[in-house]
C-alpha cells in the first residue's frame, strides 16, 4: 500500500538556524513524485518544491532543499537560515497512479525569535 | 492568491442543499476536490482531467462533483452530515501525473 509517514508532530527552533523535516514513503512503483507542501496559520497551502524519483541530484529551491535517499525511502526537507515566516504545517506528499497525491500527517514548525 | 477563487468561503448549514464553488485562471487540464478535516492532512475527493472525471475515491454519495468547464468545478452537497464539517480546497494542476498543485483558499463547511 502507499502511504506517506511523518513522525514529528511539532518542531521548534530559534530564528536563523536550520531545521530538517523527516518523511519517509512506501511504495511498490518504479517511478514517483515527492512533493513538500506549506500550509500557513491562514490555511493557505502552498507547494514548496518537489523531488522526482528518477534524479538523484537533491532538489534545491531558494532556501529549502530535499535530502533524499531512494534506498531508505526518505525525503527529509531542510530549511536554512529559518524565518519566523516559515512557521507554518509541513506537508511531505507523494503522487502516484495518475493524480493521487497522498499526505503525510504534517509537521508543525514553530521559528522563535 | 487570485489564480483560483472558491466561494464560498464559509458555510453554515443544517440538513440544506448546497454548492460549492472553484475557478482556476491558470489554463489546467486537471482540477481536483480535496477534504481536509481538523488536524488531518487534505484526503482527494474528486480528479477531473479535460472535464472527464477520472478519479472517484470512497465518498458520500450525497456529494456530486460537477466540472461544467475546464476552468470550472462544483461540488453539490446534499443533507450534509456532522462529520461533513471540514475545510474543502479545490486545486489545479497543468496534468493529473507529476505536477504540482495549486490550491484555493478553501471553503470552510460547519454543520449545525
Known amino acids: 500500500a502507499q502511504k506517506v509517514t511523518q513522525t514529528q508532530t511539532s518542531i521548534s527552533v530559534v530564528e536563523k538556524t536550520t531545521v530538517t523535516m523527516d518523511c519517509v514513503y512506501e511504495?511498490?512503483?518504479?517511478?514517483?513524485?515527492l512533493f513538500w507542501y506549506k500550509q500557513t496559520a491562514s490555511g493557505e497551502i502552498v507547494f514548496l518544491i518537489r523531488?522526482?524519483?528518477?534524479?538523484?541530484e537533491n532538489a534545491t529551491v531558494g532556501h529549502y532543499s530535499l535530502n533524499f535517499q531512494k534506498p531508505k525511502s526518505s525525503i527529509g526537507l531542510i530549511i536554512t537560515a529559518t524565518q519566523i515566516e516559515d512557521s507554518a504545517v509541513y506537508f511531505c506528499?507523494?503522487?502516484?497512479?495518475?493524480?493521487?497525491?497522498?499526505f503525510g500527517q504534517g509537521t508543525k514548525l514553530s521559528i522563535k525569535p | 492568491n487570485t489564480k483560483i477563487t472558491q466561494s464560498p468561503r464559509y458555510l453554515i448549514l443544517g440538513r440544506a442543499n448546497k454548492s460549492l464553488e472553484c475557478e482556476q485562471h491558470?489554463?489546467?487540464?486537471?482540477m481536483y476536490w480535496y477534504k481536509q478535516s481538523a488536524e488531518k492532512p487534505p484526503e482527494l475527493m474528486f480528479l477531473?482531467?479535460?472535464?472527464?472525471?477520472?478519479r472517484n475515491e470512497t465518498v458520500p454519495s450525497r456529494f456530486i462533483p460537477e466540472c461544467p468547464d475546464s476552468s470550472k468545478l462544483l461540488l453539490h452537497i446534499s443533507a450534509v452530515d456532522p462529520e461533513d464539517s471540514a475545510v474543502y480546497f479545490c486545486?489545479?494542476?497543468?496534468?493529473?501525473?507529476?505536477?504540482?498543485?495549486?490550491f484555493g483558499h478553501g471553503t470552510k463547511l460547519s454543520v449545525l
Open positions: 506528499a507523494m503522487n502516484y497512479n495518475q493524480g493521487k497525491l497522498i
Open positions: 511504495t511498490r512503483d518504479s517511478s514517483y513524485f
Open positions: 491558470l489554463g489546467h487540464n486537471a
Open positions: 486545486a489545479s494542476s497543468q496534468a493529473p501525473t507529476n505536477e504540482r498543485l495549486f
Open positions: 477531473y482531467n479535460l472535464k472527464q472525471l477520472i
Open positions: 523531488q522526482d524519483s528518477y534524479k538523484k
